[in-house]
C-alpha cells in the first residue's frame, strides 16, 4: 500500500486575551470621585491579523446596579474602562 503524505501549512495560532486591569488612584482630593480606574479588555496576537480583523464588536455586561450595565465596543481598542 502507498503512503499519501499531505503537506500542511503551518498556521500562525492566534492568541486571544481577556480580562480586566486595576489601578488605585491615591492624589483624589475630592471625596466623591472615585479612587479606583477599572479597565476590561479583549484583543488578539497574531503576527499578521489585527483586533478588528477578527472582532466585530465586545458585549460587556457589568453589574446590575451600573447605569447601562450592557455595554457594547465596536471599534479597537476593544476596552471598557471606568
Known amino acids: 500500500m502507498e503512503e499519501l503524505k499531505v503537506e500542511q501549512k503551518k498556521r500562525p495560532k492566534i492568541k486571544i486575551t481577556y480580562g ?4 488605585l488612584i491615591k492624589d483624589v482630593k475630592d471625596d466623591t470621585k472615585n479612587k479606583h480606574e477599572w479597565t476590561a479588555f479583549v484583543s488578539i496576537e497574531h503576527p499578521e491579523l489585527k483586533d478588528a480583523d477578527l472582532i466585530e464588536s465586545v458585549k ?3 453589574h446590575e446596579t451600573f447605569r447601562n450595565p450592557e455595554r457594547i465596543v465596536k ?3 476593544f476596552e471598557l474602562k471606568t
Not at 20 to 23: A, P, Q, S
Open 60 to 62: 460587556f455586561t457589568l
Open 75 to 77: 471599534k479597537t481598542p
Open 20 to 23: 480586566n486591569r486595576h489601578k
